[in-house]
């Protein structure tokens, strides 16, 4: 199918995504899996049931055909076929009449949002039982009710996927994003959305300095399955990481900070924010609450790894429930989020440790055009880049071979120059095109 731009083919792929009954396992899972494979080369990986990955064990797959709830006069109240969101996620089978007295432990709603139907869910314990509007709850009269679902658990796997972009280096920038929650919009499709798209922006990149590692797997214990096996390797190569999650909405970039609060990453987002290149705000790292960054940030681990998100989880009505559709979302949110962290991922690749080539003493500026023969009034000007002011210019060349060090990343030296590391930009092509200046190379302490 052609599309005459991203927002359109981001708009098509939600389409077909958003109907899918996704959890933690099974078949909506790996048909969520297959399609993204459409939009980027995905390697798929299994995982069998009642496998240990550390203090966790992968459970059963979790099938489901069909699921309803009647009423005394057999109405129906609740239809997993219209809105898989009726079904307790991870329900057990049940095919019985009950009064409602009985059905009422079954029935989960939400009183402060009265008309959504909530996101609820049973994975480790075994239950049934159907979700409602609270005002649908309010209308059951006594009676007897059929509830039926017709749904199954089986040895199987746990599904994940990754693909690998390759750069220049093996030092490596992780994107992750969840996909298991059934038919919400900025609490599940956003992300994986933005991060597919993503990858074919990068993909079209002439120059990737990191490799760029995308993983898709259900939450929590998906991306613990994941690190039980690549956890090592990311250990020992991993620069920089992101979990996407509710990339959309109408406001700035939200981003939690690494555990080590002080990470590349973490450095950044915040200098972007700062220097207004980005709008968006910052959170502290914590453990309570949040999604996959818990586990890649888990003192056993501790990797460089934040959280972007936009209309954050819990801040908004549609959070978990019926209401977080495409129209509370809005795709051109996610197109926006894309560009973004594009932008992000650009500052990194820009940021690094630069070496001055003529380090003893300063460089003759005006031997390679950077500076005016005569020192006069009037005569302090030089037009290598029109971007910036001549003398702000001259300022940061003399800063930025000043700290060209070994010892200061760029984006050190853009705090020094009072600018963001892409009003640089320029000046280090022009320095590395003169020979004046090396890199950007990934580690501190690297020799002349």
Same mark, same amino acid.
């Given at each position: 199918?052609?599309?005459?731009?991203?927002?359109?083919?981001?708009?098509?792929?939600?389409?077909?995504?958003?109907?899918?009954?996704?959890?933690?396992?099974?078949?909506?899972?790996?048909?969520?899996?297959?399609?993204?494979?459409?939009?980027?080369?995905?390697?798929?990986?299994?995982?069998?049931?009642?496998?240990?990955?550390?203090?966790?064990?992968?459970?059963?797959?979790?099938?489901?055909?069909?699921?309803?709830?009647?009423?005394?006069? =057999?109405? !129906?109240? &609740?239809? %997993?076929?219209? +809105?898989? $969101?009726?079904?307790?996620?991870?329900?057990?089978?049940?095919? #019985?009449?009950?009064?409602?007295?009985?059905?009422?432990?079954?029935?989960?709603?939400?009183?402060?949002?009265?008309?959504?139907?909530?996101?609820?869910?049973?994975?480790?314990?075994?239950?049934?039982?159907?979700?409602?509007?609270?005002?649908?709850?309010?209308?059951?009269?006594?009676?007897?009710?059929?509830?039926?679902?017709?749904?199954?658990?089986?040895?199987?796997?746990?599904?994940?996927?990754?693909?690998?972009?390759?750069?220049?280096?093996?030092?490596?920038?992780?994107?992750?994003?969840?996909?298991?929650?059934?038919?919400?919009?900025?609490?599940?499709?956003? =992300?994986? !959305?933005? &991060?597919? %798209?993503?990858? +074919?922006? $990068?993909?079209?990149?002439?120059?990737?300095?990191?490799?760029? #590692?995308?993983?898709?797997?259900?939450?929590?214990?998906?991306?613990?399955?994941?690190?039980?096996?690549?956890?090592?390797?990311?250990?020992?190569?991993?620069?920089?990481?992101?979990?996407?999650?509710?990339?959309?909405?109408?406001?700035?970039?939200?981003?939690?900070?690494?555990?080590?609060?002080?990470?590349?990453?973490?450095?950044?987002?915040?200098?972007?924010?700062?220097?207004?290149?980005?709008?968006?705000?910052?959170?502290?790292?914590?453990?309570?609450?949040?999604?996959?960054?818990?586990?890649?940030?888990?003192?056993?681990?501790?990797?460089?790894?934040?959280?972007?998100?936009?209309?954050?989880?819990?801040?908004?009505?549609?959070?978990?429930?019926?209401?977080?559709?495409?129209?509370?979302?809005?795709?051109?949110?996610?197109?926006?989020?894309?560009?973004?962290?594009?932008?992000?991922?650009?500052?990194?690749?820009?940021?690094?440790?630069?070496?001055?080539?003529?380090?003893?003493?300063?460089?003759?500026?005006?031997?390679?055009?950077?500076?005016?023969?005569?020192?006069?009034?009037?005569?302090?000007?030089?037009?290598?880049?029109?971007?910036?002011?001549?003398?702000?210019?001259?300022?940061?060349?003399?800063?930025?071979?000043?700290?060209?060090?070994?010892?200061?990343?760029?984006?050190?030296?853009?705090?020094?120059?009072?600018?963001?590391?892409?009003?640089?930009?320029?000046?280090?092509?022009?320095?590395?095109?003169?020979?004046?200046?090396?890199?950007?190379?990934?580690?501190?302490?690297?020799?002349?």
């Amino acid at each position: 199918m052609e599309y005459h731009n991203e927002i359109e083919a981001m708009d098509y792929l939600f389409d077909r995504l958003f109907p899918i009954c996704r959890s933690i396992t099974g078949p909506g899972l790996r048909e969520t899996l297959d399609i993204l494979g459409e939009y980027l080369p995905l390697e798929q990986f299994g995982v069998k049931t009642g496998t240990r990955v550390f203090d966790w064990e992968i459970p059963k797959e979790w099938h489901i055909r069909n699921a309803w709830l009647k009423g005394p006069n =057999g109405e !129906i109240i &609740a239809d %997993f076929k219209k +809105n898989n $969101l009726h079904v307790v996620n991870y329900s057990a089978p049940v095919n #019985r009449k009950i009064e409602l007295e009985e059905l009422k432990n079954h029935l989960f709603t939400d009183p402060n949002l009265p008309d959504a139907i909530p996101y609820v869910t049973s994975y480790y314990k075994e239950r049934w039982g159907f979700c409602l509007s609270h005002n649908e709850y309010l209308k059951l009269s006594p009676g007897e009710y059929h509830v039926f679902i017709d749904s199954e658990f089986i040895n199987g796997e746990l599904n994940y996927s990754q693909t690998i972009l390759p750069g220049q280096t093996d030092r490596e920038i992780l994107i992750s994003s969840y996909v298991c929650h059934p038919s919400m919009a900025n609490n599940e499709l956003s =992300g994986p !959305i933005v &991060a597919a %798209f993503l990858y +074919n922006r $990068l993909a079209k990149w002439k120059k990737r300095r990191f490799t760029y #590692r995308f993983v898709f797997a259900p939450e929590t214990i998906g991306s613990i399955t994941y690190l039980n096996r690549f956890g090592e390797h990311l250990i020992d190569k991993l620069h920089s990481g992101l979990v996407f999650t509710c990339l959309g909405g109408q406001t700035g970039l939200n981003y939690k900070l690494s555990r080590r609060q002080n990470s590349s990453i973490d450095n950044m987002v915040n200098h972007l924010f700062k220097t207004g290149v980005l709008k968006g705000t910052l959170r502290p790292f914590t453990p309570i609450g949040g999604s996959d960054e818990r586990q890649y940030c888990s003192p056993g681990f501790n990797l460089p790894v934040g959280q972007i998100a936009r209309m954050v989880y819990g801040s908004y009505p549609g959070y978990h429930n019926s209401l977080d559709d495409k129209d509370t979302m809005t795709i051109k949110s996610l197109y926006q989020s894309v560009n973004e962290i594009e932008l992000i991922l650009r500052g990194l690749e820009l940021d690094g440790i630069y070496i001055n080539q003529s380090p003893y003493g300063e460089v003759k500026l005006d031997r390679h055009g950077l500076y005016p023969d005569i020192n006069a009034p009037g005569a302090r000007k030089h037009s290598t880049n029109q971007v910036m002011d001549q003398r702000k210019q001259l300022n940061c060349i003399l800063t930025l071979l000043n700290f060209a060090d070994g010892e200061h990343t760029l984006l050190e030296i853009a705090k020094k120059c009072n600018c963001s590391v892409f009003d640089l930009k320029d000046i280090i092509d022009l320095l590395i095109n003169k020979g004046l200046i090396k890199g950007p190379f990934i580690e501190k302490g690297v020799g002349f």
